[in-house]
């Protein structure tokens, strides 16, 4: 048995990210998200058994779950599926009656939660690098005032005083509709907006203050009542390492480079032999 204080900060950030769930949520799931995916079902086992995921994988409502992987995520949703949505329909017709929940990873933002998951570079023909594209976030977020927002890397490149492109909507004074993002969980900290400007509320275990305002590229507001984060528990680390994830899928968000890859070669290989 896991003991509470033997944990990885992937598991740190999954477990946080558990701790925001409420019974009766509904939860859209991305594509490629692993940290969330794990989060998400950690916290419906521990926290709010009734909640729902809507998939982006296999488009569909799903109640129930299934241990975590790469090459057979689509058997995951699709098999499990209460519902099956087209594209379309789904977004524009019957998810917004859920008005489901979701974790968005910003590759750039600013302290007003404005996000940018285009390109780095001011020159959107010729960029420094292209990112993966915004997906659904330009059309939700001017609406929205339910996103979450996750960081594996905390650094100044992703907090930027100033973004290249802007393609997720944050606390812009005087907007018509909907809110910023409501909470950030990164490798460093636990952050919400409580002003409208991004406010650190939680260090992580064996964070300093100083790390946090040097790897953040723009002013930071501090809580007074700023907290400790609680670390896992001995049963968070079982349910994610022997049902939910146990071939590690999560780590792959922390990594890059050719660690990434190894794990990545590791957990095909493995998975090829259950």
Same mark, same amino acid.
């Given at each position: 048995?896991?003991?509470?204080?033997?944990?990885?900060?992937?598991?740190?950030?999954?477990?946080?990210?558990?701790?925001?769930?409420?019974?009766?949520?509904?939860?859209?799931?991305?594509?490629?998200?692993?940290?969330?995916?794990?989060?998400?079902?950690?916290?419906?086992?521990?926290?709010?058994?009734?909640?729902?995921?809507?998939?982006?994988?296999?488009?569909?409502?799903?109640?129930?779950?299934?241990?975590?992987?790469?090459?057979?995520?689509?058997?995951?949703?699709?098999?499990?599926?209460?519902?099956?949505?087209?594209?379309?329909? !789904?977004?524009?017709?019957?998810?917004?009656?859920?008005?489901?929940?979701?974790? %968005?990873?910003?590759?750039?933002?600013?302290?007003?939660?404005?996000?940018?998951?285009?390109? %780095?570079?001011?020159?959107?023909?010729?960029?420094?690098?292209?990112?993966?594209?915004?997906?659904?976030?330009?059309?939700?977020?001017?609406?929205?005032?339910?996103?979450?927002?996750?960081?594996?890397?905390?650094?100044?490149?992703?907090?930027?005083?100033?973004?290249?492109?802007?393609?997720?909507?944050?606390?812009?004074? !005087?907007?018509?509709? !909907?809110?910023?993002?409501?909470?950030?969980?990164?490798?460093?900290?636990?952050?919400?907006?409580?002003?409208?400007?991004?406010?650190?509320?939680?260090?992580?275990?064996?964070?300093?203050?100083?790390?946090?305002?040097?790897?953040?590229? %723009?002013?930071?507001?501090?809580?007074?009542?700023?907290?400790?984060?609680?670390?896992?528990?001995?049963?968070?680390?079982?349910?994610?390492?022997?049902?939910?994830?146990?071939?590690?899928?999560?780590?792959?968000?922390?990594?890059? !480079?050719?660690?990434?890859?190894?794990?990545?070669?590791?957990?095909?290989?493995?998975?090829?032999?259950?």
């Amino acid at each position: 048995m896991p003991t509470g204080s033997d944990y990885t900060i992937d598991e740190l950030i999954s477990v946080c990210i558990s701790r925001q769930l409420r019974a009766g949520d509904v939860w859209a799931q991305g594509i490629n998200t692993p940290l969330v995916a794990a989060g998400l079902i950690l916290g419906k086992i521990r926290y709010a058994p009734s909640a729902r995921f809507t998939s982006a994988i296999g488009q569909a409502l799903v109640q129930d779950w299934g241990p975590l992987g790469i090459a057979r995520a689509e058997e995951l949703w699709v098999g499990k599926g209460l519902i099956h949505l087209g594209f379309a329909a !789904g977004a524009a017709e019957i998810l917004p009656k859920f008005s489901p929940k979701e974790f %968005f990873r910003p590759a750039q933002l600013d302290r007003l939660g404005n996000s940018n998951n285009i390109a %780095f570079g001011r020159d959107y023909r010729r960029p420094r690098m292209r990112l993966p594209g915004s997906g659904g976030i330009p059309d939700v977020t001017p609406c929205y005032d339910h996103s979450y927002l996750y960081v594996p890397r905390h650094s100044r490149l992703t907090f930027s005083r100033k973004l290249d492109f802007v393609s997720g909507l944050g606390h812009v004074p !005087g907007r018509a509709r !909907g809110a910023g993002p409501r909470y950030l969980i990164s490798d460093l900290g636990q952050f919400d907006w409580q002003n409208g400007s991004m406010r650190l509320t939680h260090l992580h275990p064996d964070v300093d203050i100083k790390t946090v305002l040097r790897k953040t590229g %723009f002013e930071l507001e501090i809580a007074e009542d700023l907290r400790a984060t609680a670390p896992p528990d001995a049963e968070d680390l079982r349910l994610l390492r022997e049902e939910i994830d146990p071939l590690g899928t999560r780590k792959l968000e922390t990594l890059g !480079g050719a660690a990434r890859k190894s794990l990545l070669r590791d957990i095909l290989a493995r998975e090829r032999r259950i």
